[in-house]
């Protein structure tokens, strides 16, 4: 039995079916997968939807705040440090990305993933510790005025915190994104502009999260340029 024969056994012939009745058995079975598949995906959209909307609501007036600290440290010769883990690392590349790509008016801005280079990431969490890979980074390559952005979709990353505890030893401006109830990065202190999806799926989490990162990206630039 092949791989996706072993998944899907209904959709394939049993030994002791009879040609019509296998067929007509199989078409059944595939008509309930597909319409299980198709009210399954228009309930995660019904549902990013209302987290999206949820998070406009509540948090516009934080974004755009966050949006101004971020224009006039980029302003000043700021620049933008992303990291996270899992997927939020891929996300924090996103993020870097999105800053750092030329715009219509030609121009990037300085933005660097504190997630993409193996080698540093690598020697630190083997000859130091994974606490510190953002941290270590933060201390030797960031000043005051830059700009930390961690991702964490619970919240409390250890290695996420240790380096945006570093940002603030700095004077840099810190942005964390989260979700849940924001776990430890929702702690006083911990963070200078907050944003939290309030949902306990983790994928519900980083949609938003990725909504987040690109509206604020967007009025950053939108800022710049009408400056």
Not at 145 to 167: Q, R
Request: glycine share 12%.
């Amino acid at each position: 039995m092949s791989g996706l024969e072993s998944l899907y056994p209904f959709l394939y012939p049993s030994p002791g079916d009879s040609p019509g009745e296998g067929a007509a058995a199989r078409d059944a079975a595939a008509e309930r997968v597909l319409a299980e598949v198709a009210s399954s995906t228009r309930a995660k959209v019904a549902e990013i939807d209302r987290l999206r909307l949820q998070v406009a609501r509540e948090q516009a007036e934080q974004i755009a705040a966050c949006a101004g600290a971020m224009v006039a440290a980029f302003a000043a010769g700021g620049r933008l440090f992303t990291f996270g883990n899992g997927g939020s690392s891929t996300d924090a590349q996103a993020v870097a990305a999105w800053f750092m790509t030329p715009d219509r008016s030609g121009a990037g801005l300085p933005a660097l993933a504190l997630t993409a280079d193996v080698a540093v990431l690598t020697a630190l969490s083997n000859d130091v510790s994974f606490d510190v890979v953002f941290a270590r980074q933060i201390a030797a390559s960031g000043r005051a005025g830059d700009i930390a952005f961690g991702l964490s979709t619970s919240g409390g990353s250890s290695n996420v915190l240790a380096g945006l505890a570093a940002a603030r030893r700095i004077g840099m401006v810190t942005v964390g994104l989260a979700g849940g109830d924001g776990g430890r990065m929702a702690e006083p202190g911990t963070v200078d502009h907050l944003f939290v999806m309030p949902s306990s799926s983790v994928h519900r989490i980083q949609e938003a999260q990725t909504t987040v990162y690109q509206v604020l990206g967007e009025l950053v630039r939108e800022t710049l340029r009408s400056s």
